[in-house]
């Protein structure tokens, strides 16, 4: 299993230019998350998706956007970049509560590194 | 919103030397994970731990849910732990687990 796999790894914006982050998750996870990390600090939450066809916000929604595109998917977009998001952007996945051994616990990708000049 | 207060800041240790992490929450949580995140950016999953005790090789974590609290203790530490150790904690609601992360706690190992 790859576990949650996140694309591109790196990307350099313009002010002003847009950009889908791609996430995906090999585990049949049912919960999945966006996350930013500024330096120096903790993973703060941008948005999650709960199920399949569910979105809601985070503590930090503002500038962005999410598609939950099936299970396995779940896309952050960037419509117009602002040098306030250069940011390193992790995704999450946890699993489906109910699931025989489900717990809370949550497994992150290994970060997508966005510098918007 | 829950706060959580990870202490100490910076930690500076010869390798071989114990330590201990500490960790403060604010209100009741359905879910405790401690992450080391490598000096490459990468979040490894230590401990998922909302309460008891558990342990994995020369590391431990004990948390006590009542007083709101947990401890992640490393032994006979090496190089390869140095990074940083982020405590994440989460309340249960209709829609899922939402991590609220501490600030951290920067670990450096000299050999």
């Known amino acids: 299993n790859a576990g949650v796999t996140q694309t591109p790894k790196f990307q350099v914006l313009k002010t002003g230019q847009s950009m889908t982050l791609q996430c995906a998750q090999d585990?049949?996870?049912?919960?999945m998350y966006w996350y930013r990390q500024d330096p120096g600090m903790g993973l703060r939450l941008i948005y999650y998706?709960?199920?399949?066809?569910?979105?809601d916000k985070g503590e930090v929604p503002n500038g962005y956007n999410v598609s939950r595109l099936n299970k396995r998917e779940f896309s952050l977009r960037l419509e117009s970049a602002a040098p306030s998001q250069t940011s390193v952007y992790f995704c999450?996945?946890?699993?489906?509560?109910?699931?025989?051994?489900?717990?809370?616990?949550?497994?992150f990708g290994p970060g997508t590194r966005l510098t918007v000049t | 919103g829950i706060q959580v207060e990870q202490s100490p800041p910076d930690l500076i240790l010869q390798e071989g030397a114990n330590s201990t992490l500490r960790c403060n929450f604010s209100?009741?949580?359905?879910?405790l994970q401690w992450f080391h995140q490598n000096p490459w950016g990468q979040l490894i999953n230590l401990f998922y731990?909302?309460?008891g005790t558990k342990q994995n090789g020369r590391l431990s974590a004990t948390t006590v849910a009542t007083e709101r609290y947990s401890l992640l203790y490393i032994s006979s530490s090496q190089t390869t732990d140095s990074g940083v150790y982020f405590c994440?904690?989460?309340?249960?609601?209709?829609?899922?687990?939402?991590?609220?992360f501490g600030e951290g706690t920067q670990l450096t190992v000299n050999p």
């Open positions: 731990i909302p309460s």
């Open positions: 209100d009741s949580v359905n879910n």
């Open positions: 994440a904690v989460g309340l249960r609601e209709t829609s899922g687990s939402r991590l609220t």
């Open positions: 999450a996945s946890s699993d489906e509560e109910g699931k025989i051994g489900w717990t809370y616990e949550q497994y």
């Open positions: 998706s709960a199920s399949e066809g569910t979105t």
């Open positions: 585990m049949n996870h049912n919960s």
